[in-house]
T-cell receptor
Framework: DVKVTQSSRYLVKRTGEKVFLECVQD?????MFWYRQDPGLGLRLIYF???????EKGDIPEGYSVSREKKERFSLILESASTNQTSMYLC??????????????FGPGTRLTVT | GNSVTQMEGPVTLSEEAFLTINCTYT??????LFWYVQYPGEGLQLLLK?????DKGSNKGFEATYRKETTSFHLEKGSVQVSDSAVYFC??????????FGQGTRLTINP
């Protein structure tokens, strides 16, 4: 069974803290994604990666960075957390086109609260 | 740019009612279209998809038809169940692997 796991379901951090959100997939997928989900706004893409050590900015990268040192792991970093980064964070992965799978597989999400 | 607009929720129906959740999109060319579902406490999972005009995606009794002329991909189900209560997201993909999502529609089915 395909699986995307995220390191925490719930996280509470203080303003100014450095926050790491970890995502691991076991499907040998090339592509990995970080989204944030907010009521009324749907999912918005923060960063994505199409290969190890490669990354591209999504629609809302400000205040975030990412790291992909291994194919199966994609980390989202909040360098200095702020209250407006309180949100649900979702990680996803997908195979490359032409491998018979366009689908993105999602993790269960991490609900981050910054106080 | 590419965008997706869904009908605003929340939507509340009785069991066995007919469901329609509207979705329209803006994109050049021919994007692939998707419906994802998010059950309480879970991540998103693919419900159905269509990759070209007039394609019909279907799964678990849900259907959606890719209408190029109206740029729409409305989700329908003939008889909903309590277990269909969830948040539904319409999305499009054009070119690279990135998806563009609508804002989501929360559906509640009462017994």
């Amino acid at each position: 069974d395909v699986k995307v796991t995220q390191s925490s379901r719930y996280l509470v951090k203080r303003t100014g803290e450095k926050v790491f959100l970890e995502c691991v997939q076991d499907m040998d997928h090339e592509n990995m994604f970080w989204y944030r989900q907010d009521p009324g706004l749907g999912l918005r893409l923060i960063y994505f990666s199409y290969d190890v050590k490669m990354k591209e900015k999504g629609d809302i990268p400000e205040g975030y960075s990412v790291s992909r040192e291994k194919k199966e792991r994609f980390s989202l970093i909040l360098e200095s957390a702020s209250t407006n980064q309180t949100s649900m964070y979702l990680c996803a992965s997908s195979a490359n086109p032409g491998q018979g799978a366009e689908e993105q597989y999602f993790g269960p999400g991490t609900r981050l609260t910054v106080t | 740019g590419n965008s997706v607009t869904q009908m605003e929720g929340p939507v509340t129906l009785s069991e066995e009612a007919f469901l329609t959740i509207n979705c329209t999109y803006t994109a050049t060319g021919y994007p692939s279209l998707f419906w994802y579902v998010q059950y309480p406490g879970e991540g998103l999972q693919l419900l159905l998809k269509a990759t070209k005009a007039d394609d019909k995606g279907s799964n678990k009794g849900f259907e959606a038809t890719y209408r190029k002329e109206t740029t729409s991909f409305h989700l329908e189900k003939g008889s909903v169940q309590v277990s269909d209560s969830a948040v539904y997201f319409c999305a499009l993909r054009k070119g690279a692997q990135k998806l563009v999502f609508g804002q989501g529609t929360r559906l509640t089915i009462n017994p």
